[in-house]
């Protein structure tokens, strides 16, 4: 399983920023999907997730009602859309994606995920 992760960048508060993870490599059909974010010195942390299989959404409740996880089956590409950026959203954003569902009982623990991306560097100016 290959991910590529993309769409980070520089914005200002209050602004929006959409990533994108393309998947390949496997049928996805069984798999749960998720972004984390990272900052120096800090824990790897779950920001949102996706069951890959009927869209089942869940999310970290610092961005319930900013942001909204996404996938495409057609495309296997899944998406982060990022609305009212604060500055404490600033990190290194992965994508990541796991074959057991012991990642949603685990609350998405990154050890429970099992491929990972490369990171996106997303920095929100204040």
């Known amino acids: 399983v290959q991910l590529q992760a993309s769409g980070g960048g520089l914005v200002q508060a209050g602004g929006s920023l959409r990533l994108s993870c393309a998947a390949s490599?496997?049928?996805?059909?069984?798999?749960?999907m998720g972004w984390f974010r990272q900052v120096p010195g800090k824990e790897r942390e779950f920001v949102a997730g996706?069951?890959?299989?009927?869209?089942?959404?869940y999310y970290t409740d610092s961005v319930k009602g900013r942001f909204t996880i996404s996938r495409d089956t057609a495309k296997n590409t899944m998406y982060l859309q990022m609305n009212s950026l604060e500055s404490e959203d600033t990190a290194v954003y992965y994508c990541?994606?796991?074959?057991?569902?012991?990642?949603?009982?685990?609350?998405?623990?990154?050890?429970?995920?099992?491929?990972w991306g490369q990171g996106t560097q997303v920095t929100v100016s204040s």
């Open positions: 990541a994606a796991s074959s057991s569902l012991s990642a949603i009982l685990s609350g998405y623990s990154p050890r429970r995920m099992d491929y």
């Open positions: 490599g496997r049928t996805f059909s069984s798999y749960i």
């Open positions: 996706i069951r890959w299989s009927g869209g089942t959404t």
